[in-house]
């Protein structure tokens, strides 16, 4: 058990890097408390399996450090670093059976067998995989065999940290949802330190209690699933996470205030510095998009049905504007108007939440 | 076929598989399954004698010698192959610029004809002129395969490991490259040992190329002829005098078409059984 720090980490997988699209991972600083839940989150090439690898020390980073518990690791291999890891496509030892699969860390660190015996049979129960023990690994589904890799590295006492590099691709939609339950409630029982790589938000918001995002090699926010929700500190992440995501808006800056389509806009953050020649932007989700016949005019393009609530599409000028509206709630047809939520509403400069 | 519908057309289109697989297997083998139960005289004369030649082979200690002569080789190739083959392709370089070049050096054996390979250990392994066997009685060894069954051996199986050993490196080489970065690591993370990687990875993994690669090294070297024929002749004495040479001996030398035809069947009925057992053994486990 151990809280872990990336000091100054910084990651190109060039031998000389030149501009900083050479580097897979910007520089960064991150803690991870022991014992907390947290998901990687992100599109696929922004760099989050090479900062897990970094971590679970199968890459070494160009720069930087990577301490546990205050002590420097980033020269230590990854079977010497005490951490565990499930890959994205299931690792079983094909010839063994399930007991001999979640035996092996323990008997290649040299355990006494009646101790093996009793942590295999204690784990094997957490993961419901007592009735098969004696089965052959390579003849398990899928979910049932990253079931295995996650016990390797439950089944061991001294592991800090359990990383999971997208585990649920490979399972069954209906399956994928069980697993994830059950990874929720192993994370609550062990209290381990878990780092959840997805690009899925949804598995990210259900699993952890962080989310770390990530865009183009860089940390754009870490938080609360709420915080992401509701406080979303970089335009990606307000776009990035919700369904749909938040409305990005070009906006001008000046003595009247904030201003789209020639209306003054209030906002949840006005600006305390001069913002000139800087990208300014308003960020509101679809949720926080209310009908106002004396608001700004909009055009509505489509409506579509998700259920409880209908996504309306609307345009005004050049820019889109989605909002939800729930179920018995008249859609207008044609021109419309809206507002936008005070309370919900921010300003973005250079892509930035001001604060 | 229940939901099918019954095609005859379908016979039009594997036709041409079938007249060529009639032309080049089946009456071929029907030619020789007619010799083996008929006595041969000139004139085209034939008189038909039922299993006689099947018996006579079967009981004849010249077979017996020379099948027992077979297996001992294809058994010595297999042991010395399989393992070195293996161990070639653990040590090439997975990545980088080298890899071509191994593939190309591994594959250039592979490109040389039979004959040549006999031909150039002929001269390589001659004791007073050839630069192998020259070096070895110069070591003070007393070598000399046209006089010694050791000798002639040695320099046959040195000749099939030289021709053949790249077939299994390239066949284990390509199983390793299939096998996903994340076993690797998920051992190292797991504390496996070198030699854990290899038994519980690297060998699970490789089994179905290397099933492929003991079949085909197993019949080839069972049917071996070119090599023991260029280097001795089957000599010295009988000491090279493998299956297929012995039964280019007794059909061209002796003539005896039926005993030879008789023969060629139990020989092929005698690959056709082991090489069933070696896939029903390596793949047993497979159905489970």
């Known amino acids: ?355 | 076929m229940h939901g099918k519908t019954q095609n005859q057309m379908g016979w039009l289109f594997v036709l041409p598989v079938v007249a060529l697989v009639a032309f080049n297997a089946v009456i071929p083998l029907m030619a020789v399954v007619n010799y083996s139960v008929q006595e041969t005289f000139g004139n085209n004369m034939f008189f038909f004698e039922g299993v006689k030649w099947f018996e006579q082979v079967l009981h004849s200690d010249r077979f017996h010698a020379s099948l027992g002569r077979q297996l001992v080789f294809s058994g010595i190739i297999l042991a010395i192959e399989v393992p070195l083959g293996v161990a070639i392709a653990l040590a090439m370089p997975r990545r980088g610029v080298w890899v071509s070049v191994c593939l190309v050096l591994m594959a250039l054996p592979l490109l040389i004809p039979w004959n040549v390979v006999g031909a150039m250990w002929n001269i390589f392994a001659l004791p007073d002129i050839g630069m192998l066997g020259r070096f070895i009685n110069d070591l003070g060894f007393n070598f000399n395969y046209t006089q010694q069954p050791i000798s002639a051996w040695a320099t046959l199986i040195a000749m099939d490991v030289w021709h053949w050993t790249s077939l299994v490196v390239l066949l284990a080489y390509a199983g390793l490259s299939a096998i996903p970065d994340a076993y690797y690591q998920a051992a190292k993370i797991d504390g496996a040992s070198a030699w854990a990687v290899f038994r519980y990875i690297q060998l699970p993994k490789m089994r179905r190329v290397l099933t492929i690669a003991i079949l085909l090294r197993f019949m080839d070297s069972f049917n071996i002829h070119t090599e023991p024929f260029v280097l001795t002749g089957g000599g010295p004495g009988n000491a090279t005098t493998l299956l297929s040479i012995d039964l280019v001996k007794i059909a061209l030398g002796q003539f005896d078409l039926g005993p030879a035809a008789a023969m060629s069947i139990i020989y092929f009925l005698i690959i056709l059984l082991l090489s069933w057992i070696f896939y029903a053994v390596m793949t047993r486990d497979e159905e489970q």
């Open chain 1, 1 to 355: 058990m151990a809280k872990i720090n990336l000091e100054n980490i910084r990651h190109s997988y060039l031998k000389r890097p030149q501009g900083p699209q050479d580097w897979a991972l910007q520089q960064l600083d991150l803690e991870w408390t022991d014992g907390g839940a947290y998901a990687l989150l992100g599109p696929s090439g922004c760099g989050k399996t090479t900062l897990l690898n970094i971590i679970s020390g199968l890459v070494r980073p160009s720069e930087g450090r990577v301490l546990f518990d205050g002590i420097d690791l980033t020269e230590r291999p990854a079977d010497r670093r005490h951490i565990a890891q499930v890959f994205q496509f299931p690792v079983v030892y094909d010839t063994m059976t399930v007991w001999e699969n979640l035996a092996f860390p323990l008997r290649n660190r040299g355990l006494a067998a009646a101790e093996i015996e009793q942590r295999v049979q204690a784990i094997a129960q957490m993961l419901d995989l007592t009735e098969m023990l004696q089965k052959r690994a390579a003849g398990l589904t899928a979910d049932g065999k990253q079931k295995i890799s996650l016990g390797r590295g439950l089944v061991r006492a001294d592991v800090n940290v359990i990383m999971f590099d997208e585990p649920l691709t490979v399972i069954d939609p209906h399956l994928k949802w069980q697993l994830r339950s059950k990874l929720k409630e192993l994370h609550q029982r062990t209290r381990r330190t878990m780092i959840y790589v997805t690009h899925d938000q949804t598995e990210a918001l259900t699993f952890a209690e962080q989310v770390v995002v990530m865009h183009e090699g860089s940390v754009v926010q870490v938080g609360s699933p709420i915080d992401l929700f509701e406080r979303p500190r970089h335009t990606f992440v307000g776009h990035f996470i919700g369904s749909p995501g938040m409305n990005i808006l070009p906006c001008e800056v000046g003595d009247g205030g904030v201003l789209f389509a020639g209306q003054r806009i209030d906002v949840e953050n006005r600006p305390t510095v001069p913002l000139n020649g800087r990208r300014t932007e308003i960020g509101v989700r679809p949720e926080f998009v209310l009908l106002d016949e004396r608001g700004i005019p909009v055009q509505i393009i489509k409506v579509s049905d998700a259920g409880r609530y209908r996504i309306v599409e609307a345009r005004c000028g050049e820019n889109p504007i989605k909002l939800l509206l729930e179920e018995g709630v008249a859609v207008p047809a044609g021109n419309a108007g809206v507002r936008f939520d005070p309370a919900h509403t921010r300003l973005y400069a250079d892509g930035q939440l001001l604060e």
